[in-house]
């Protein structure tokens, strides 16, 4: 089983900064895409920010410029630098990841973390 947990979320004002990290441990072998994603409150679930095991990243237009996704695979980690924060980036963060338990698995299992709320104020 693989379980991960985010941390660094909280109460910024607009213009502010925030970084989230989310770190996944148990039964990895390796991780191959890692993500973040958002939700705000009746709005639907969004992806945010993505990052390859190469490390090649592609981002919402609405955060582009701004959030930098980037991980460390010794740590199993991946993070979001939050600039330039804005009242609609409020929303409750969770990260994302495909993973691979051992060396000869087939097919990556996706996990989910809990998520990490992020408010903005205005």
């Known amino acids: 089983q693989v379980q991960m947990a985010e941390s660094g979320g909280g109460l910024v004002q607009a213009g502010g900064s925030l970084r989230v990290s989310c770190a996944a441990s148990?039964?990895?072998?390796?991780?191959?895409?890692m993500a973040w994603y958002r939700q705000a409150p009746g709005k639907q679930r969004e992806l945010v920010a993505h990052?390859?095991?190469?490390?090649?990243?592609r981002y919402a237009d609405s955060v582009k410029g701004r959030f930098t996704i980037s991980r460390d695979n010794a740590k199993n980690t991946v993070y979001l630098q939050m600039n330039g924060l804005k009242p609609e980036d409020t929303a409750v963060y969770y990260c994302?990841?495909?993973?691979?338990?051992?060396?000869?698995?087939?097919?990556?299992?996706?996990?989910w973390g809990q998520g990490t709320q992020v408010t903005v104020s205005s």
């Open positions: 994302n990841a495909d993973v691979l338990q051992t060396r000869w698995a087939i097919v990556p299992r996706n996990y």
């Open positions: 148990g039964s990895i072998f390796s991780i191959n895409a």
């Open positions: 990052i390859t095991s190469g490390g090649s990243t």
